[in-house]
């Protein structure tokens, strides 16, 4: 373009329009030009580049249009238009109606609150406090609040490292630890939430009737009190429907339900507390009935009474301990991840589950502190219950906490109503409501703590099984992603969870069933925090959790704690738990669920796989460890698969297979699409492969760049491998593949050359190929390991099927069981290279029913029998199995006339002046060697199903390559498959051990 000197560059003719900013200054020089600011123009007026924003890195959804600019865009200078994602729309859509969103307080703080304020505080704190005394009982508590405190710190540090979705701790634990751990603790985490359900249900209607009973002449609706089992599944039915009702009503009215019942439970705590300074009549009870129950104020006396521990026989007859109180308080503050369960119906989850969670367990922690000491102030251990004992005055009835045999005796002599103490902390649920001013507000302060708690698990359950659902990790489970309304409500999940807790119901024991459910919310923590530790260690630059209170050493001990206290709680449940775990573990390892979630399983893959290298880079090389690990020219793999199987069966996930593709420059573009297209390929057709591009316009600087960049460190291929070129008439591809082989020798490489009767390239035949799984399983035991997973169908550029026989060349080495023989010419010592391949192949199915038969070269005809016990000693010091071994003696005798004439009409068929007069009398020795060999080949090997040959060398400046090929033609035309090898003249063959 000519520029002149008024326009600064740009033509006159031709621009009317200047760029953006920069206009002609009308003021002075023609020949400059200013920029000129533009106030009302933004950026994005300017330039395609965008801004950093959050929009561009939300991931959470499936629907995401992406507004940064492609690498092709920015070099192009301009943003290709797309249509609005269908998908986009369909999520609008489903956003009808009002979305109900929580912050932190009633999200998560008051969850936690309605979860950890249970029957346990109610009814059960007691009776710790009697059995281990304060000391011991605060220190139970403490623990207890120790252990959940470090999962909560933990499941904050998990919650803050990225936005999560819905799906609490099972979208926290698969994101970190993978999917077999998620999908396991996902599934067994709804088990426990059903479960949880149905024994708070049952907590409620046994603590209804335990009122019912006490303030009426009531005697039960089908039974007694002793038996009130169907009573409870009575009660229950509705209690459960209405708690189903409730909460497909939705979230909206399940926060104000909660709400009413937090009320309820901190009225109740409140009574309670009071009570204790009440030393007269309360609502509930008169005064002398109060204390000859154990009741005493605040009293010392009482405190050193139950300062230590003082364990009893339980039920069951065995001693209480430490160890067995310290399972059931735990029971009672599993309800941390209350919160978390929901969310996906939090504002901001990252913000609200480390707030919520930590201050619900502190606060929490203080209360059940204060009303442990409480009990310990103001109530005895032991009481006898008699009232009579309260109102003597002479002194002839023992004391009311004087629980000795002699006591209990002087009881019976005055037939005194009780004559055993059954009371006090050590023996008595009801202890608070004898405590508390109005006893009454107990009951309802346990209705609503069990009422609260079924709630939190009836919602809770259904969210992490659509979490499991969406993520398609079990079959069938996708059926409960489906979510209805604004808020995405799981319906068919509260279905679900409604009918295993109306099983667990119909039961109506639930001990060992609530003890399950305790050991699978003890193993989710444990992963909790187990996944903190592992991403830690991994050092994974995506592990950048904001909240920075937490420690991986710590984590890594709560995670073992939690393991040990599943053994405390019930060691035949937490082994059962165990093996549920590992069962989904594997199961889910065996589907192989097609996610990427970035896990720190995922990392340590990485990071394994990097100190390996490094390890192995420190290694020196010895001839037992060495492996071929094979850099194949394949070209595009999908249109060479028998080449790409071949070599598969040499590597067979235990070597290295590199497949390479040279491309030409103008072809750069798509390398890209190919390089994901061929992992999907390679994974379709299960091939553990590598595939790398290099860009080049020459075949054989292409291959010297892969043969150079290939690899890492030690981790890199010793053998190139390619399909055998069969066109005679341009020189220059000749040429080029010549070059090819002798590049590979100069860099110290192997090479090997695989020839088909057919060719290794259908190219010309597959227009497509489309892959699917098989649905028809093999009933024929003997190949039922040759069955793979998946099926192809191919077709041509037109879309016609292929014919079976094409389609049999194409899958030859993947379908096909061979019997007969592999063949090996062992002509000359490179190494061992031409035997080891062979051994290889016959450890692989398609070839271990194939016999070896060896046959090798003898310097002298005389030498024949010494040569023979010569190589077959050799190879049973290698220990390689054979059939035969044969010694050609006359390798050097002239070739039949026939031979030479086939050669000379071959010779004709290269272009013309690629192979010169004078360069054939220069290797006539050699060429009626080769002559000799393939006369031998046609005589003993063609009924082989494998021909194994030692490469000649192509030696740089004493052949043609025309020349050279046409001795490869004809030492392998009209034979079956056949392996041309040769190794770089280094052992990788040894007899010592």
């Given at each position: 373009?000519?520029t002149?000197?008024?326009?600064?560059?740009?033509?006159?003719?031709?621009?009317?329009?200047?760029?953006?900013?920069?206009?002609?200054?009308?003021?002075?020089?023609?020949?400059?030009?200013?920029?000129?600011?533009e106030?009302?123009?933004?950026?994005?007026?300017?330039?395609?580049?965008?801004?950093?924003?959050?929009?561009?890195?939300?991931?959470?959804?499936?629907?995401?249009?992406?507004?940064?600019?492609?690498?092709?865009?920015?070099?192009?200078?301009?943003?290709?238009?797309?249509?609005?994602?269908?998908?986009a729309?369909?999520?609008?859509?489903?956003?009808?109606?009002?979305?109900?969103?929580?912050?932190?307080i009633?999200?998560?703080?008051?969850?936690?609150?309605?979860?950890?304020?249970?029957?346990m505080?109610?009814?059960?704190?007691?009776?710790?406090?009697?059995?281990?005394?304060?000391?011991?009982g605060?220190l139970?508590?403490?623990?207890?609040?120790?252990?959940?405190g470090?999962?909560?710190?933990?499941?904050?540090?998990?919650?803050?490292?990225?936005?999560?979705?819905s799906?609490?701790?099972?979208y926290?634990?698969?994101?970190?630890?993978?999917?077999?751990?998620?999908?396991?603790?996902?599934?067994?985490?709804?088990?426990?939430?059903?479960?949880?359900?149905?024994?708070?249900?049952?907590?409620?209607?046994?603590?209804?009737?335990?009122?019912?009973?006490?303030?009426?002449?009531?005697?039960?609706?089908?039974?007694?009190?002793?038996?009130?089992?169907?009573?409870?599944?009575?009660?229950?039915?509705?209690?459960?429907?209405?708690?189903?009702i409730?909460?497909?009503?939705?979230?909206?009215?399940?926060?104000?339900?909660?709400?009413?019942?937090?009320?309820?439970?901190?009225?109740?705590?409140?009574?309670?507390?009071?009570?204790?300074?009440?030393?007269?009549?309360?609502?509930?009870?008169?005064?002398?009935?109060?204390?000859?129950?154990?009741?005493?104020?605040?009293?010392l006396?009482t405190?050193?009474?139950?300062?230590?521990?003082?364990?009893?026989?339980?039920?069951?007859?065995?001693?209480?301990?430490?160890?067995?109180?310290?399972?059931?308080?735990?029971t009672?503050?599993?309800?941390?991840?209350?919160?978390?369960?929901?969310?996906?119906?939090?504002?901001?989850?990252?913000?609200?589950?480390?707030?919520?969670?930590?201050?619900?367990?502190?606060?929490?922690?203080?209360?059940?502190?204060?009303?442990?000491?409480?009990?310990?102030?103001?109530?005895?251990r032991?009481?006898?219950?008699?009232?009579?004992?309260?109102?003597?005055?002479?002194?002839?009835?023992?004391?009311?906490?004087?629980?000795?045999?002699?006591?209990?005796?002087?009881r019976?002599?005055?037939?005194?109503?009780?004559?055993?103490?059954?009371?006090?902390t050590?023996?008595?649920?009801?202890?608070?409501?004898?405590?508390?001013?109005?006893?009454?507000?107990?009951?309802?302060?346990?209705?609503?703590?069990?009422?609260?708690?079924?709630?939190?698990?009836?919602?809770?359950?259904?969210?992490?099984?659509?979490?499991?659902?969406?993520?398609k990790?079990?079959?069938?489970?996708?059926?409960?992603?489906?979510?209805?309304?604004?808020?995405?409500?799981?319906?068919?999940g509260?279905?679900?969870?409604?009918?295993?807790?109306?099983?667990?119901?119909?039961?109506?024991e639930?001990?060992?069933?609530?003890?399950?459910?305790?050991?699978?919310?003890?193993?989710?923590?444990?992963?909790?925090?187990?996944?903190?530790?592992?991403?830690?260690?991994?050092?994974?630059?995506?592990?950048?959790?904001?909240?920075?209170?937490?420690?991986?050493?710590?984590?890594?001990?709560?995670?073992?704690?939690?393991?040990?206290?599943?053994?405390?709680?019930?060691?035949k449940?937490?082994?059962?738990?165990?093996?549920?775990?590992?069962?989904?573990?594997?199961?889910?390892?065996?589907?192989?669920?097609?996610?990427?979630?970035?896990?720190?399983?995922?990392?340590?893959?990485?990071?394994?796989a990097?100190?390996?290298?490094?390890?192995?880079?420190?290694?020196?090389?010895?001839?037992?460890?060495?492996?071929?690990?094979?850099?194949?020219?394949?070209?595009?793999?999908?249109?060479?698969?028998?080449?790409?199987?071949?070599?598969?069966?040499?590597?067979?996930?235990?070597?290295?297979?590199?497949?390479?593709?040279?491309?030409?420059?103008?072809?750069?573009?798509?390398?890209?699409?190919?390089?994901?297209?061929?992992?999907?390929?390679?994974?379709?057709?299960?091939?553990?492969?590598?595939?790398?591009?290099?860009?080049?316009?020459?075949?054989?600087?292409?291959?010297?760049?892969?043969?150079?960049?290939?690899?890492?460190?030690?981790?890199?291929?010793?053998?190139?491998?390619?399909?055998?070129?069969?066109?005679?008439?341009?020189?220059?591809?000749?040429?080029?593949?010549?070059?090819?082989?002798?590049?590979?020798?100069?860099?110290?490489?192997?090479?090997?050359?695989?020839?088909?009767?057919?060719?290794?390239?259908?190219?010309?035949?597959?227009?497509?190929?489309?892959?699917?799984?098989?649905?028809?399983?093999?009933?024929?035991?003997?190949?039922?390991?040759?069955?793979?997973?998946?099926?192809?169908?191919?077709?041509?550029?037109?879309?016609?099927?292929?014919?079976?026989?094409?389609?049999?060349?194409?899958?030859?080495f993947?379908?096909?069981?061979?019997?007969?023989?592999?063949?090996?010419?062992?002509?000359?010592?490179?190494?061992?290279l031409?035997?080891?391949?062979?051994?290889?192949?016959?450890?692989?199915?398609?070839?271990?029913?194939?016999?070896?038969?060896?046959?090798?070269?003898?310097?002298?005809?005389?030498?024949?029998?010494?040569?023979?016990?010569?190589?077959?000693?050799?190879?049973?010091?290698?220990?390689?199995?054979?059939?035969?071994?044969?010694?050609?003696?006359?390798?050097?005798?002239?070739?039949?006339?026939e031979?030479?004439?086939?050669?000379?009409?071959?010779?004709?068929?290269?272009?013309?002046?690629?192979?010169?007069?004078?360069?054939?009398?220069?290797?006539?020795?050699?060429?009626?060697?080769?002559?000799?060999?393939?006369?031998?080949?046609?005589?003993?090997?063609?009924?082989?199903?494998l021909?194994?040959?030692?490469?000649?060398?192509?030696?740089?400046?004493?052949?043609?390559?025309?020349?050279?090929?046409?001795?490869?033609?004809?030492l392998?035309?009209?034979?079956?498959?056949v392996?041309?090898?040769?190794?770089?003249?280094?052992?990788?063959?040894?007899?010592?051990?």
């Open positions: 373009m000519e002149g000197e008024t326009n600064g560059g740009f033509e006159a003719d031709k621009l009317s329009v200047y760029p953006a900013g920069l206009q002609p200054d009308r003021r002075g020089s023609t020949n400059l030009h200013t920029y000129i600011h106030p009302n123009k933004s950026l994005s007026g300017y330039t395609i580049e965008a801004l950093p924003a959050d929009i561009n890195y939300r991931r959470l959804s499936g629907v995401h249009v992406d507004q940064r600019p492609t690498m092709e865009e920015l070099m192009i200078g301009k943003k290709f238009q797309e249509n609005q994602d269908e998908e729309s369909k999520a609008k859509e489903q956003q009808k109606g009002k979305v109900i969103k929580f912050g932190w009633e999200g998560v703080f008051k969850l936690v609150l309605l979860s950890v304020w249970g029957v505080l109610f009814l059960r704190l007691t009776w710790v406090m009697g059995q281990a005394g304060l000391i011991q605060l139970i508590i403490t623990l207890c609040n120790i252990v959940t470090i999962t909560a710190l933990s499941m904050s540090a998990v919650a803050t490292n990225g936005q999560i979705a799906g609490g701790v099972y926290m634990i698969s994101r970190a630890l993978g999917p077999e751990f998620g999908g396991a603790i996902g599934i067994l985490f709804t088990i426990a939430n059903s479960i949880s359900v149905a024994t708070t249900t049952l907590g409620f209607c046994d603590s209804l009737l335990d009122l019912v009973y006490e303030v009426s002449e009531f005697s039960g609706i089908v039974a007694d009190e002793e038996n009130r089992v169907n009573d409870l599944r009575i009660i229950g039915t509705p209690v459960l429907t209405l708690l189903l409730l909460a497909i009503i939705g979230m909206d009215w399940v926060n104000r339900v909660q709400g009413l019942l937090l009320l309820l439970l901190v009225t109740a705590q409140i009574d309670m507390f009071t009570g204790s300074f009440i030393k007269g009549d309360s609502l509930y009870v008169k005064s002398n009935e109060r204390h000859a129950k154990g009741f005493t104020g605040w009293s006396d405190l050193k009474n139950n300062i230590n521990g003082k364990y009893t026989a339980g039920d069951d007859g065995s001693m209480e301990s430490f160890i067995s109180v310290f399972g059931v308080f735990f009672s503050v599993t309800g941390i991840t209350a919160g978390a369960n929901i969310s996906g119906d939090l504002r901001d989850p990252a913000s609200a589950i480390p707030k919520g969670t930590l201050l619900g367990i502190f606060v929490t922690y203080i209360t059940y502190m204060i009303f442990g000491a409480m009990v310990t102030f103001t109530y005895e032991e009481a006898s219950g008699n009232i009579e004992e309260i109102l003597d005055t002479s002194g002839k009835y023992p004391s009311v906490g004087n629980c000795t045999a002699e006591a209990n005796a002087v019976e002599f005055y037939n005194l109503t009780e004559t055993s103490c059954k009371f006090g050590a023996h008595d649920q009801r202890v608070m409501t004898y405590i508390s001013a109005t006893g009454y507000l107990v009951y309802i302060g346990c209705y609503g703590a069990t009422l609260s708690s079924a709630i939190a698990s009836l919602i809770g359950a259904p969210r992490v099984l659509q979490a499991v659902g969406k993520d990790l079990y079959p069938l489970i996708h059926i409960f992603a489906k979510g209805h309304g604004a808020n995405n409500d799981p319906f068919r509260y279905i679900l969870v409604f009918l295993i807790a109306f099983g667990c119901l119909m039961i109506g639930l001990n060992a069933i609530g003890k399950l459910s305790s050991n699978f919310f003890l193993a989710s923590y444990s992963l909790m925090n187990l996944s903190v530790f592992h991403s830690s260690m991994t050092k994974s630059p995506g592990w950048r959790p904001s909240f920075k209170y937490y420690n991986p050493w710590v984590s890594l001990v709560g995670s073992i704690v939690c393991l040990g206290l599943m053994l405390i709680v019930d060691w449940l937490a082994c059962a738990t165990y093996a549920a775990i590992a069962v989904l573990y594997g199961f889910s390892v065996y589907l192989k669920p097609d996610v990427t979630w970035g896990s720190s399983s995922e990392a340590l893959v990485y990071v394994n990097l100190n390996n290298a490094y390890t192995l880079n420190d290694q020196k090389h010895h001839v037992k460890t060495y492996r071929p690990q094979i850099l194949l020219l394949s070209g595009n793999p999908t249109h060479r698969q028998p080449l790409v199987d071949f070599a598969n069966l040499i590597t067979k996930k235990l070597s290295l297979l590199v497949c390479s593709h040279i491309i030409r420059s103008a072809e750069v573009e798509s390398s890209k699409k190919l390089q994901d297209v061929m992992e999907c390929w390679f994974k379709d057709h299960n091939i553990k492969s590598f595939y790398t591009i290099s860009v080049n316009d020459s075949i054989s600087q292409g291959a010297q760049n892969s043969i150079l960049m290939t690899g890492l460190g030690k981790l890199r291929p010793n053998l190139v491998m390619l399909g055998y070129h069969s066109k005679k008439d341009d020189f220059t591809h000749i040429e080029e593949y010549y070059n090819v082989l002798t590049i590979a020798f100069e860099n110290n490489m192997s090479v090997s050359i695989l020839r088909l009767p057919n060719g290794t390239d259908f190219s010309e035949h597959i227009g497509y190929e489309n892959t699917t799984e098989k649905i028809k399983p093999v009933t024929d035991k003997r190949n039922r390991q040759d069955s793979d997973k998946t099926q192809s169908t191919y077709r041509d550029p037109m879309g016609n099927l292929l014919s079976k026989s094409i389609v049999d060349d194409i899958q030859q993947r379908k096909k069981s061979r019997e007969g023989y592999i063949d090996v010419w062992w002509l000359y010592d490179d190494g061992g031409t035997i080891l391949l062979p051994y290889i192949l016959q450890t692989r199915k398609q070839f271990a029913d194939c016999k070896l038969r060896v046959f090798s070269l003898s310097n002298r005809p005389e030498d024949f029998d010494s040569s023979t016990r010569n190589l077959a000693n050799l190879l049973s010091k290698f220990r390689i199995d054979y059939t035969e071994v044969e010694i050609i003696p006359d390798i050097t005798k002239k070739a039949q006339a031979t030479k004439e086939e050669f000379d009409k071959l010779v004709e068929q290269y272009p013309a002046g690629s192979i010169e007069k004078s360069d054939l009398n220069a290797n006539m020795e050699r060429t009626n060697r080769h002559l000799r060999t393939a006369e031998l080949l046609r005589e003993k090997s063609m009924s082989s199903e021909v194994v040959i030692t490469l000649p060398l192509p030696r740089k400046g004493q052949c043609s390559p025309a020349l050279y090929m046409a001795w490869l033609e004809m392998t035309k009209g034979l079956p498959p392996l041309l090898v040769r190794g770089n003249q280094s052992s990788v063959l040894t007899y010592y051990s």
